[in-house]
Each structure stands twice: as structure tokens, then as C-alpha cells.
């Protein structure tokens, strides 16, 4: 069937290029229109609830709001898990679906969902869907700075707000823009208690007075000289002025009380849960861009610029936006890589075919059948929503080598044929049918099995496709690409490549030995291939021990799930000690961010201390997250590399009571929202009680510490905030007339302060806080003397009622499929992921006694290495028992794919050696290599049987007999007379990675690059 195609192509030459022409003009516009990003969206389909319940404790919010949410999604079809976090005011949920769940079907299901819990959430409960955004969404941040300090952190925030925020949320695929820092403009209604008891008033009637005093309305429309005109009436609360002319109260004789009388008001900062701070210099306010889920990063970050660069002209004189992430760099720099070295491909190509062959045009089929295989890919990739990024170029990368095979072996055998036929016929001019003829005749000779040879090597990535969650996502790119160019290469190979030989291999073709490199090889070659077949037995059993041989840097590799990825930035997220202000946090933000600053390769720190505006960020108020911005590598000092600045770096910050965790931007968000660990490695506790767990969670924290390979382990404290609790005595408020409602009513408004409206100011809009004075609440005798006005007038204490004292809390709860849940980190650095974690539970099963209804999981990296391992066992020996299969359809001879099959692992000894030499470990990465390297090792063993089957079939065309000596005479000419075919298809293979591997090494000597990149 092959052949007839082949055939068929060359008598159909019109419309094969006019097939190509229209595929290279598809592919253009394919390649031009295909999204850009640094790495595939390795991110869970996922909803992220947030829920607000204003002033409440961690443990109200989570027995009032997160239990009832957690509890009711759990019957969403195709969750997976139900993460949520409970903490000061607001609630998390994290709801991830199985990878084949649309986003946006996934979401209607939970609003499904949320409809049936809303009638058990409590009054000033409110619930929203966070953002159609992933995990690695925050793709730029930005900081305003005022140059003149003639502007506060309430008017920057404010400009970030209400302007910058709305034009920014307008620039296509952006899906939300998060505040971060400044501070929030409050209008503040501070009630003197000692006023409301003289006056008699209650606070209930100062929040009723400020609702109805804060009002328009509409008196629909008059008819005045045949006119029409809409009647309104302006209530708004605007200035300070207007707030103290809020009536309360009116005596019998026509005298107000006025809430100037009560209270006194003031415009100051709302309540904060996230501070951001820039270089050490001091805070400031910015934002983040979260990018709408499978679009365009590039593009989205290129018209952020933009606009920001149109917006920078309104912003007041002195006031600047000044960049703190952007994730462009880092993309720019891995497609100029990547594309790079897809061009030197093409170079090498061209050289290697010009050096072998002597002829130009010769060069010139495989050197147009590349981008054209490449193109095609492009085709698929787009209409499949395949980005071009890091992983999928690089499947183009690695298949450019065997994508070419199949042209270099029949542009060499056609060289054979056309050789042979000016042997046999001297002098005689060699008409056009007769070229063509040739063609035909030499490419259907090894079309057949070339193209198998190429489907072997497709099919071998069965393995990668079978890879599930981060690990499916991070290589199925890379997989696809590699299939699709690999399939087209397959077609080109029996269609156009037969046609373009036919027009360009033409002229003069040089002899094969009349070629010096080819001449060398033989050379080189026939010693060998001589000393191999006087003692064979001698080789199989020298290449038997090499193999067994390997099994000592097999034995001694470790394994990791995947290399480090130098992203150029680096995030620095230590975690402080529960119940941290929001002052200490702002002194120890600056103070971590000079040091950071203080090391000469840092270009900008700008630090975050709790979370940004954004559901996407349920960060308590002791974790930090400063995002580090490096210079240009060319400005390093000499000898520095990015591990050795993570070193300075944390020698550099040096402060008690935070332990200091160095982290990828994109790679960390990833981990804390796929399984919400930011380490490595991280061990989950989970149990019905927060005490419970968190005894469990130390233990095992001192039991981790001392593991060889653990740089650094960190509980997280479930029971380390701290609270005043107001223990109400039911039947000393019954006897003053008192609910409960009643007294919680006073603490949450005059103590923890209560929003009851917003200023409307233009198209801003800022909170009305109602709230007693600090100086009566700044202590415990201070908050038991608080006064209350009854209903029936009488004025009473809080501590006639209640009880007031301090205890310990959470400051935060997490929970897991409503589970609660505590979490262990665990840090690992220079040594083997899946060695320290097999001792770690081993240390932990022998010291750590779980009381019952407990359970430990350990989760982060080593949870994706052990689902990829297993799935890798079951999958890899059933794809090699397809190869298998493809081998016999080829040869139609058992023996023949047994032969080919034993060789396989021989081809790896190599490999297993040089990871060893390097000090690598073997990763899901290596495990693609090896792979690949399988799919290559099977082509080149299948050229290498169909040259000598062809040999050996020829001399028995001729009525020979079979003897030793004519199997001999066959091995000779099909191993060494072809070899160049064979020299040429491992020249482009090795030419690429050769090149690939001498940056790798001079990286190492010259420490300026990653020896991952």
C-alpha cells in the first residue's frame, strides 16, 4: 500500500505540491495565530469559592460557613477534592475536578451547588465564584509609587481601585485585577459609649439613623410646560459635615441629637489583611493580573503594558507604575531558546546532508520537507489548543531528528540507484521517465519500512500519554507535538519527499567513495564490523556485561519528579508565628526585603504579606511572599549560579522566628493549589480535632528534622492564635432583658467594628464603620467596662453580662473533604526526593503514634512521582509489546522483531551512565528521554535489517545459494557499503544534542546558566 502511494504521488506531482503549497500557507497562519506561554497549564480543573463573614474568628467562619460549603460540594459530579481554608473574616474553597472536566461546565455545577447551601449560611454571609483563572493566572504584578510623597497609601490604593483596576479588568483575556497593599479609605463613625448611656441611645440607632440619613430616591415625573422632568431626591452622605448632621433622636420640644453629639467621625484605614512593601524603601500599593484560564500569556501581558503605558499619562504628577513580575521574560526566553535551536536543526540538517551526499540540491528535499512537517503540527496544535511553550517546541525539537531520517535514507538510496544505473550504463544520458522511474523504484524500496519505522517511534509515546494529573499535563504537549510532526514527517516522507527528488536531485550525482568523510568511515567501520563477525560470541557477551554493568549507576541514581526550572525569578515564603499584627508584619516585611535587597544580583524585591484582593490567594497575614526580580545574568558577579544566590540569599536574610523558603513563582503556585503544599514534600494530618492534629503535626515535625536530605521542616501551628473570648452568661442577659443576639450585636459593631454603608463618591465607593473608640477597647479591663444602653434604658456593663478572657486558637483551619487538616513542610535540598521520603515514613510510622479517627498522607512532589511510576510500570510493557507487533507487520518474521527487540536495551546503557556521570537523578523527564531514545533505537535498527535483508535478498534474486559465506558477503555490504545513510541519520540526531550538551557544560564552568534550562 506504501508503495502505491508512493507511486501515486510521483504521477500526481501537481497535486502534491498544490497540497503542500496550501499546507505551508495553513501551517503560517496556524504557527502566527498559536498562543504563547513558558509552560503548559499544569493546574486542576478547579472553582475557588470565596466567602465573607465580616469580623469573624477563624472558628466561626469555619462552623458556621465553611462546613456547611464543604459538606454540600462534596456531591458535585467529578470533584476530586474539596480543600478549604477558614480564617479572620473569609473563607476558601477549593473545589478540583477530574483533568478531563470543563472549567466552565464545572463551574455551573457549583453554583448549582450553591444554591442549595445558601439558606444554611448565616445572615452577612456572602458567596462568590473567584476568578475562570488557574494556578498560574498571576502573570504580572505591579506597584504604584509616588516619587513626591505627596500622596498616601489610602489615595494609591484608591487609584488603583477605581481607576487603574476598571481599565486594566477591560484588556482582553484578563480576569481579574487583584488588588495588593495601600490601605482602604474608611469613613469612621467613632461612638463615645459614655454619650450614648448620657443621651439614652442605643447602638442599634445610630447604625438605623446613618442607613436612613444615607439615601436617594426617585419621585418618577412632572409635566411642566410641556416638559417632562424626573424628580429625585439627593440623600447621600458626602463630607464629614453631612455625617455630623445625622439626626438620632428629637426631644418633645424640637431639639435634635445629632451624631456629632455621639461620635466622632473621621476618615482613616479599613481593617488589612494583605500589606505590600517595594525594595525595603516602604509600603506601597499595586496589583496583579490574573489571566482568564487557556489564553495567551504573552498577548495578555503585552496589552497589559500597553495599557498601563496609555494609563501612566492620567496618573497624578510624581506617580508611577513600576513592575515587580512579569512572567514575558521568562517566556521570551524559553521560545528564543527553543526556537534557536529548532533553527540550528535546520543548519545542522542542511550540513550534514551537503557534507555526506556532495550535493546541494540533495540537501535541499529534507531541508523543505522539515519546516513542512513542523508547520502541519502547528495546524493540529492549534485547533486542538495545544500552546506553544517549553514542553511542545521541545517536542518538535527532539522529533526533528527522526523526522528527517526518512528523507536522508531515501535521498541516500536514490544516490544508490542513480549511481548503479550510470555503472551499468556509461555514456548514456538518463532521460527524464528514467529519473523518475528510478525515484520510484529506489524510494518505494525503503518507503515501506521507513514509514513503519516512523510509526514505531510514534507509538512509543504511548507511555506519555498516559500520564495523569501535573505530570500528564507537563509531557502530553510534548507527546502530541512530537506525534503529530513525527506523522507528518510519515506522510511527507511517501509523498512529497519521492516528488521533490525527482525535481531536484539532478545534474552530476557524486560517487559515494569519491567522498572523503564517507571513505573515513568505511575506514573506520570495517575493522569493526570484521573483528565482530570472526567473534561474535565474544561481542554479545562484552555488550551482556556492559549492560549488567549499568545496574551500578542504575542502583545509584535517585529519583526526583522533575528537574528544577530556572524561571529567572524567585519567590522568597517564609512563614511567621500565628498571630502576627499587621504592624510587626509591615516592620518585618521591610526588614526581610533590605536584606534580600542588599545582594547585588537582585534588581527588585517586592514583598506581600497576606493575601492579595483575590480568591486566588487565601494567604493568612503571617505568610509572606516576596517576589524577587533578578538582573541580567551578564551582570552576575563571576562564578555566581542561581543555586549559589539561593544560598547567599539565605544566608542574607537571617531573622528569628521565620523559617526561609526559596521558591519558583509559577512552580509554587502550582503545588499550593494542586495540593496546597509549597514545599517539596508534605505531610498531611487529618482528625476531628485541631489540638489533636496538632500534636501530631510537632511530632512529626521532630521526627522529619532529623532525616539526612531534609534542609528544613516546619509545622504549621493550628492552636498559636490568640483570642478574647466573650463567654456570654445566658441568664444575667436574661435579667437585664437581653438576647444573645443583643450582646454579640455590641461586640461585633463597637469592638470589632461594623460596615453598615459606603460614601458613593463619584464612581468610587468607600465603607461607612461604625465602632466604639480604641482607647476603651485596647484592654481587657477596658473591653469588660464597656457600656451598654438596654432596650428599657438601662446602662450596664459588658462584664455584667459576660465573661471575658483570653485563649488560644487557630489562626487559620484548613480542611480536606471536610476533614480538619494540618500541614507539615518539608524542604529538601542536593539529595533524592524518593530515598528521603521512603526514610521520612519510615522515622514517622516508628515514632508518631496516630490516635484513632487520625490519618497521614503525604502529599506535593513525591505524589505525582508515585502516581507517574506506577502508571509507567503498566503502560511501558505494554507499549513495548506493541512495537513488538509493529516490528512483525514490517519484517513479517518473528525472529526479525525478536532481534530488534533485544537490542533495545542496549541502547540505554549509555544514557543511564551519562545521567550518572552528570549527577542528575531519574525524573518523569529522564523517563520521556528514555522513551524517546526506545522509539530511535527501533528505527535505526529497523534501517539497519532492511539493508541487510536487501542485500541478502539480492544475491538470492540472482539463483545463489544460501551459504555462511553469502550471509557474510550480505552483512559486509549492507553494514558497511550503506553505512552513510546510517552516519548521517545518527548525525542529526546527535548534532543537536551535542550542541545542547556543550551549553550544559560550559554552563557549569561558567555558572551563568541552569543546567536544567
Known sequence: MIARLIHWSIYNRFLVLLGTVVIAAWGIFSLLDTPIDALPDLSDTQVIIKASYPGRAPQVVEDQVTYPLTTTLLGVPGAKTIRAYSS?????????????????????????????????????ASVSLGPDATGVGWVYEYALVDRTNSYDLGQLRALNDWFLKFELKAVPDVSEVASIGGMVRQYQVVVDPDKLRAYGITLAEVKDALGKSNQEAGGSVLELAESEYMVRSSGYLKTLADFRNVVLRASDSGTPVLLGDVARIQIGPEMRRGIAELNGEGEVAGGVIVMRSGKNALTTIDAVKNKLAELSKSLPPG??????????????????NLTNKLLEEFVIVGIVCALFLFHLRSALVAIFSLPLGILAAFIVMRYQGVNANLMSLSGIAIAIGAMIDAAIVMIENAHKHLEAYEHQHPGTPLTTSRRWELIATSTAEVGPALFFSLLII?????????????????????AFTKTYSIAAAAAISVTLVPVLMGYLIR???PREMANPINRVLVWMYRPMLEATLRRPWAVIALAVVALAVTLVPISRLGSEFMPALDEGDLLYMPTALPGLSAQKATELLQQTNRMIKSVPEVATVFGKSGRADTATDPAPLEMFETTIQFKPRDEWRVGMTPQKLIEELDQAVNVPGLTNVWVPPIRNRLDMLSTGIK???????SGPSLEEIDQIASQVETAVKGVPGVSSALAERLTGGRYIDVDIDRMAAARYGLAITDIQGIVSSAVGGENVGEVIDGRRRFPINVRYPREIRDSLDDLRQLSIVTDRGAQIRLEDVADVKISDGPPMIRSENARLTGYVYVDIQNADLSSVVQAMQKVVARDVMLPVGYSIAWSGQFEYLERAEAKLRTVVPMTLALVFVLLFLTFNSVADAMLLMVTVPFALIGGFWLIWMLGHAISVATAVGFIALVGVAAEFGVVMLLYLKTALNDRLKCGKPFTESLLMEAIREGAVVRVRPKAMTVAVVLGGCFRSCWVKVLARKSCNVSPHL
Open 319 to 336: 506617580v508611577e507604575v513600576v513592575t515587580t513580575y512579569d512572567r514575558s521574560q521568562l517566556i521570551e526566553r524559553a521560545v528564543s
Open 507 to 509: 545534474g552530476r550525482i
Open 458 to 478: 510514534t507509538l512509543s509515546f504511548i507511555p506519555v500519554f498516559s500520564l495523569e494529573g501535573q505530570e500528564g499535563k507537563m509531557f502530553a504537549p510534548l
Open 88 to 124: 479572620f473574616g473569609d473563607a476558601f474553597v477549593y473545589v478540583l475536578f477530574d483533568d478531563e472536566t470543563d472549567q466552565y461546565w464545572a463551574r455551573s455545577r457549583v453554583l448549582e451547588y450553591l444554591n442549595q447551601v445558601q439558606s444554611r449560611l448565616p445572615p452577612g
Open 679 to 685: 514545599t517539596p514534600v508534605g505531610v498531611k494530618i
